[in-house]
């Protein structure tokens, strides 16, 4: 992508529009990446970003086999929680060592 392109963001309408599109217009073209390309080209998008919006949408509908966008979604949370849990962890860990080292110099100093 050159420096001065930058991402056109889509509205979650817009795009289920377009999976729409490409699912009612199948039939009229020669496969359905070639359905993918025409649609592509008429909502300004490129055909590899609509092809994954109609994999996503066949997830979700159950037709194609992976993770529906829920279950990303729920993944991205976990993951977050358990990154947090981690940090916290960490700092819990470093200051028992800290407050048991200076227990330990508090009973041992004369």
């Not at 919006?53 to 037709?63: L, P, Y």
């Not at 991205?76 to 048991?100: C, G, V």
Request: hydrophobic residues 35%; charged residues 35%; contains cysteine.
């Amino acid at each position: 992508m050159d420096k001065q392109q930058s991402r056109r963001r889509f509205s979650p309408e817009v795009r289920a529009r377009a999976v729409r599109m490409v699912i009612e217009h199948r039939g009229d073209h020669a496969s359905q990446w070639a359905a993918i390309v025409s649609i592509a080209a008429k909502i300004g998008c490129t055909a590899q970003t609509l092809r994954n919006w109609v994999r996503q949408a066949e997830r979700d509908q159950g037709v194609q086999g992976g993770a529906t966008t829920d279950d990303r979604e729920r993944m991205k949370a976990l993951e977050r929680e358990n990154r947090e849990l981690r940090q916290a962890n960490e700092i819990l860990r470093k200051a028992s060592a800290y407050f048991a080292q200076a227990e330990l110099d508090r009973r041992f100093r004369p």
